[in-house]
């Protein structure tokens, strides 16, 4: 990664990661809520725990948010909070 001017390290993911992780989170969201679950709470506490038992399996949700890591769906989510 490069450093930047005062020794901070700069990092970039790339638009197409961006938008498959959105997907995937769309996706968990969905699920959740389908199976009566509040998919915010569930989504919180996966992102504090990593403990996947939080998401459902139901529509494959459980195997979809594991093929993320939880640092891109946070830069994900602050990309998308803050940028708007």
């Excluded at 638009?15 to 679950?37: C, F, H, P, S, T």
């Amino acid at each position: 990664m490069p450093e930047g001017p005062e020794g901070t390290v700069s990092f970039q993911r790339s638009k197409d990661g961006q938008e498959a992780v959105r997907a995937i989170l769309e996706a968990v969201y969905n699920a959740l809520k389908e199976k009566g679950y509040n998919p915010i709470n569930q989504l919180v506490g996966y992102m504090i725990s990593g403990d996947p038992a939080y998401i459902t399996s139901y529509k494959d949700a459980r195997n979809l948010i594991c093929k993320v890591e939880r640092d891109e769906i946070l830069e994900v989510l602050f990309a998308n909070y803050l940028e708007k």
